[in-house]
């Protein structure tokens, strides 16, 4: 299955528990840190509900 990489590039200083929790399940836990996850319904319903603290690294 194909994979996605996933960028951290805002801050989660100020952003809901919700939101922290969700950039911890992702793995990511500083700015411009990188992760690659396989790219399955839930990554993407994750990336969405965080797409203002993350950028999908080509």
């Given amino acids: 299955m194909a994979t996605i990489k996933i960028k951290q590039t805002k ?32 990554i993407r319903g994750m990336v969405e509900k965080v797409k203002h603290l993350v950028t999908i690294v080509k």
């Avoid at 929790?21 to 700015?31: E, P, Q, W």
């Fill in 11 to 42: 801050s989660r200083i100020g952003a809901p528990a919700v939101q922290r929790r969700t950039l911890d399940s992702l793995g990511l836990r500083k700015l411009n840190h990188v992760v690659e996850h396989e790219d399955t319904p839930s």
